[in-house]
């Protein structure tokens, strides 16, 4: 497959809201903002994804709003928030709100939408949602992105920009249509092997609703590594690929940014050629 990577490339972090205080959870962003991290992520669970099961945890809503504030010109977003957890309506409202909160100094919003279907049991169970099935959880996202656009459309005041949305998941019948349908950014989990196959499967959703694949931003989970051991084989293949949007997850007790600075100077290497 030849390389769809036309726009710079940029990297993530995702600081996972668990087994940390808020104020190291808070300083941490402003640590990456500082060394020039593109994106900034949290997620929208109820309780811990690993480690102790009842450990600490925020949830992600209220801590984007604070991120909003306190930071200038990172973009920041959930990775993913959970369809089922708010009306879409609501939902619609507090990203436009989050966004405005983010517009500093005439500038435009900062929020970038991620959204995906919900998968995390417990979350469901303990606040009382109707976990149901994988499909039913994937056909309500699909109802639900329309009236999320509908009502960005109609509040007053309108977001700043049009907020991009981020869809992650690769579900290959429903969610990669839903990418195709809505999506600016898709975020993919897989591997290099199954990314490749799964941009072909999303290119021919694409295909099928009229869609310009090359709208589409292309965003990856990077792997862990230890700070002057990064190996960019990985990264170089999915850049070939298409993808320009590489995310590395930090998680506490140790909410440690260094592994970040090799990313970022191979991004900056990328982004001379």
Known sequence: MTSEATRPVRIGVQVAPQHSTYTEIRDTVTKLEELGVDVVFNWDHFYPLSGEPDGLHFEGWSMLAAWAEQTTSIQFGPLVTCNSYRNPDLL?????????????????????????????????????????????????????LPRIESRWAKLNPAPTRKIPVLIGGGGEKKTLRIVAQHADIWHSFAD????????????????????????????????????????????????????????????????????????LAWRDEVNAR
């Open 92 to 144: 619609a409202d507090m990203a436009r709100t989050v966004d405005h909160i983010s517009a500093k100094n005439g500038a435009e919003g900062r929020l970038i939408f991620g959204i995906g279907s919900g998968w995390f049991e417990r979350d469901y169970d303990e606040y009382g949602y109707e976990f149901g099935t994988a499909g039913q959880r994937l056909d309500a996202l699909s109802e639900a």
């Open 192 to 263: 290099t092997e199954t990314l490749e196959r799964k941009l072909g499967i999303l290119r021919g959703h694409c295909e099928a609703v009229g869609r310009d694949f090359g709208d589409i931003e292309i965003s990856t989970g990077t792997r862990p590594h230890t700070p002057g051991s990064l190996d960019p084989s990985d990264l170089e293949q999915q850049l070939g690929l298409g993808a320009t949007l590489f995310t590395l997850g930090i998680t506490g007790p140790d909410l440690d940014p260094s592994p970040v600075i090799d990313l």
